[in-house]
């Protein structure tokens, strides 16, 4: 997926937020891991600025927020 300018950021109302479950918060505070058999190659010569960082930062939040919601609204539906 690519969209032009910043990438979307969903926003949820405190009253869903207050739903989260404990372990599932402390999972969002946590740094993510980097997945088994995923290598990450930085090019030293390559030069990226401080915003093209902050872009990809806030891209990775969202994509990763989208799945732990997705996850949550799964686990619900299951636990139903």
């Not at 989208?66 to 636990?79: K, V, W």
Request: no cysteine; net charge negative; proline share 9%.
């Amino acid at each position: 997926m690519s969209w032009p300018g910043r990438p979307p950021v969903r926003t949820k109302s405190a009253e869903l937020k207050s739903k989260k479950s404990p372990r599932k918060d402390e999972a969002r505070k946590q740094p993510a891991s980097g997945s088994r058999g995923v290598e990450i190659a930085v090019l030293p010569d390559l030069p990226i600025t401080e915003t093209e960082l902050q872009i990809v930062e806030t891209y990775l939040s969202a994509m990763i927020r989208d799945l732990l919601d997705e996850a949550e609204a799964s686990e619900e539906l299951i636990e139903g």
